[in-house]
Structure formats: structure tokens, C-alpha cells
């Protein structure tokens, strides 16, 4: 079974560029996280969705920064005119819905550099 | 003040040692708590559960003290592959939100030979 993919693994881009990095969740889960992790700091929440909704984007920036879970597909983070301080490591994690916070699964992570 | 404090360390330890690690949390609406480990340049990975009655899973134990608002993690005969950075991890939201997570910023161990 494969685990929660996302891609790409590293991306670059220019201040001004967009970002967009994909997130495939698990088998059978239809709830995926998205968390960022500065340099030397903890994950921090950005977005939960589900399948066509944004269910809690409290830890979301107001500007740039957009999230979607389509029918079909991966879920995307779009990260518009970026900023050297949008460098991370972005993490998307996913769940069945039904269990505890201890089913949930983390995917490899999106590096994404601003030069 | 941080949602979930930790020390950062870093520990660094003999094999064969014993270590703790210690966090505390600030929302005592806090429902749900978990040790993470994340290697480097990796995503993390549950490692455990923390109840109340504490709980054991071989060579690491955890502990949580509600009143305190307290998190432990004890690892005895410290292997060279338990050398990562460890996550203080609470789940404050329940409900639908299970999975909004708040982790602390980790503490770095290193085993050594």
C-alpha cells in the first residue's frame, strides 16, 4: 500500500514565482493535513480539507497562500508570488476520519527554496 | 508563551543510557497527546500515545500529569538508531479536528557509540 505521496519532493523557485506542491492521500483516507516546518522550528498547522471543502484554515497566511482537496485528484498547496521566507519543508498528512489523532499519517514532505 | 514547550537540547548520551525528555503544554483544554520522532530531513512519525495511567512500549515510557500540564518520555538502553529529534505532540481540538496538531519544536538526541 502506498503511503501518503507528495510531490514534487524539492522545488525551487524565484521571489515572484508560484509554488504549487500536490498531495496524495492515502488509500481509503479522504481528511488531509497540511503542516509547515520552518528551519529549526516545529510543524505548524496550516489546513484541514476534505474531499471539495476547506473544513478549518486557521493556520493559513491571509495572502498567497491557498488550499484545495478536489473530487479527483491530489490535494494542492498553492503558494502565489513567493517570498524567501515561504522556504519549508511543507508536510501533508491524511486520515481515514473515523480514528484518533494517532491514525494519522505524514507524507515525506515538499522542500520548497526561494532564491 | 509556546503552545507546547520542549527542550531543544541537544542530549547527547552513550548507548546503553537512559534519557528523559520533558515537555509542557500550555491549552489545558488539551484532549489528546503523542510523542513524534522525526529524523532528519524526514517527515515525522508517531512513535506513541500518552495517557494519563501512563504507558510503556518496550524501551520508552511516557507519562502525562493533567494537573501539571506535563508531558515525559523516558527511553532506556538508548540504541544508536533512537538518534533523531523527538515531538512533543497535543491534540487540542477534537471533535472533526482530530488531526489539527501542535507540536513542540523537538528535542535533538544522539546516541553515541
Known amino acids: 500500500n502506498a503511503g501518503v505521496m507528495q510531490n514534487p519532493r524539492h522545488l525551487v523557485r524565484r521571489r515572484g514565482q508560484e509554488a504549487r506542491l500536490r498531495c496524495s492521500p492515502m488509500?481509503?483516507?479522504?481528511?488531509v493535513y497540511w503542516y509547515r516546518q520552518l528551519p529549526e522550528e516545529g510543524l505548524k498547522f496550516m489546513v484541514y480539507?476534505?474531499?471539495?471543502?476547506?473544513?478549518?484554515e486557521s493556520g493559513m497566511p491571509k495572502e498567497r497562500f491557498s488550499a484545495e482537496f478536489p473530487k479527483e485528484g491530489p490535494s494542492i498547496l498553492r503558494i502565489q508570488q513567493v517570498v524567501r521566507g515561504d522556504s519549508a519543508a511543507y508536510f501533508c498528512a491524511s486520515s481515514r476520519g473515523t480514528g484518533g489523532p494517532g491514525e494519522l499519517f505524514f507524507g515525506e514532505g515538499s522542500r520548497l527554496t526561494v532564491l | 508563551r509556546k503552545e507546547v514547550e520542549q527542550d531543544p537540547g541537544p542530549f547527547n548520551v552513550p548507548e546503553g543510557a537512559t534519557v528523559a525528555f520533558n515537555c509542557t503544554y500550555s491549552n489545558s483544554a488539551s484532549q489528546s497527546f503523542f510523542w513524534y520522532r522525526q529524523d532528519c530531513r524526514k517527515e515525522p512519525k508517531l512513535l506513541m500515545s500518552v495517557y494519563s495511567s501512563g504507558n510503556e512500549d518496550g524501551r520508552f515510557t511516557a507519562q502525562l500529569n493533567r494537573a501539571s500540564q506535563y508531558i515525559s518520555l523516558l527511553i532506556r538502553d538508548s540504541k544508536l538508531s533512537d538518534s533523531a529529534t523527538y515531538l512533543c505532540?497535543?491534540?487540542?481540538?477534537?471533535?472533526?479536528?482530530?488531526?489539527?496538531?501542535?507540536f513542540g519544536q523537538g528535542t535533538i538526541l544522539t546516541v553515541h557509540p
Open positions: 480539507l476534505q474531499k471539495e471543502n476547506i473544513i478549518d
Open positions: 488509500k481509503g483516507h479522504s481528511h
Open positions: 505532540v497535543v491534540n487540542a481540538a477534537g471533535g472533526t479536528s482530530y488531526g489539527k496538531l501542535t
